[in-house]
């Protein structure tokens, strides 16, 4: 069985990658950028292990033996689910794998955003730290004692609410349905938007979500509150976050996702120093791609068996 990774895969990953392949799987790694090697790879691969590049019509058709699309992570907005129905392809995710890194830098950014890390580190490396305007800080503030706003509540959020209430913050959320045994308070959205000072989004991108968070959400918001988003960039209108953020309605926001990826050099987010941003990276560390190789590798053993996979997901 011949599988192909879709991804920059760093060294370390590679090794581990290819030490826990089993002697019937192999696998080739393609990084991203090459578009040549990836379509000559699929011609004869029975499994695309698909990260955040698009899944799209064009390379599935370049994979005439293609059975399985395996989903490093959660989100699978970025495969053509229709192309994978028409040839009859299985998707599969790989739901709780990232949850305890995409929770960690959750927190990351929330503080990040609170505290203007970017602004002072910035200065420091440049000698200027210890002659900021004195103004500059007057921004900053701290988890005790917010309200903190959760927008779905998956096993992202679950982990963080206790973590966000050990802290000191009270903790609210929202989501299609009451969760059980969950110390946070359900609220609706628009009362979420309304009372909290740090507003985090953590539901999948959809018809009903994209754009969620707009020019109408944003001005619903409470005056100088912090947006955090680690889901999908398009679940947020940037240019009227941009303009939130730049009328100083919102004091700050934190982001690990953006609604183009990757993003060029100077797009309008970037310019802001009340903004913190990372490339889509939240769910990334060695141990999020330990559990994923396991997930991946036990879905292959299941493909080649023809028993049913793990997680997979409707088409």
């Known amino acids: 069985m011949k599988a192909v990774l879709h991804f920059r895969a760093s060294p370390a990953f590679r090794q581990r ?24 790879e699929l ?16 390379m599935i058709a370049a994979a005439p033996r293609l059975r399985l699309i395996q989903k490093i992570g959660v989100g699978v907005n970025t495969i053509d689910l229709a192309a994978a129905r028409a040839r009859g392809i299985a998707v599969a995710n790989m739901p709780g794998t990232n949850s305890q890194a995409v929770a960690e830098m959750t927190l990351a950014l929330m503080l990040a955003a ?11 490396r440049e000698g200027r730290g210890w002659t900021l305007p004195a103004a500059s800080l007057d921004p900053v503030g701290e988890i005790a004692g917010s309200t903190i706003g959760l927008v ?15 802290l000191g913050a009270r903790v609210l959320y929202t989501a299609r349905s009451l969760k059980a045994d969950v110390s946070a308070e359900f609220v609706t959205l628009p ?16 018809s009903d979500t994209e754009r969620m968070i707009d020019a ?100």
């Open 17 to 40: 990658l290819l030490a826990a392949a089993p002697d019937w799987l192999r696998v080739a790694i393609v990084d991203e950028a090459d578009a040549q090697v990836l379509h000559r």
């Open 43 to 58: 011609f004869d691969a029975e499994v695309l292990l698909h990260v955040l590049t698009p899944a799209t019509a064009a």
């Open 114 to 124: 609170l505290r203007r890390i970017p602004l002072l580190d910035r200065a420091t």
């Open 152 to 166: 779905g509540y998956g096993e992202v959020p679950r982990r963080l609410a206790p973590v966000l209430q050990a």
């Open 191 to 206: 009362q979420l938007l309304a009372t909290a000072d740090i507003v985090s989004l953590h539901v999948p991108l959809s």
């Open 216 to 315: 109408a959400a944003l001005a619903r918001m409470k005056p100088g509150a912090v947006l955090v988003n680690t889901a999908r960039g398009g679940l947020v209108d940037e240019a009227a976050l941009v303009q939130a953020l730049e009328s100083g309605r919102l004091r700050a926001a934190g982001v690990d996702v953006l609604a183009v990826e990757p993003a060029g050099a100077g797009f309008a987010l970037a310019a802001l120093d009340t903004v913190v941003m990372a490339p889509h990276v939240a769910w990334l560390t060695p141990q999020t791609l330990a559990r994923s190789l396991e997930v991946a590798i036990e879905n292959c053993r299941r493909l080649r068996a023809g028993t049913a996979l793990l997680h997979e997901v409707k088409t």
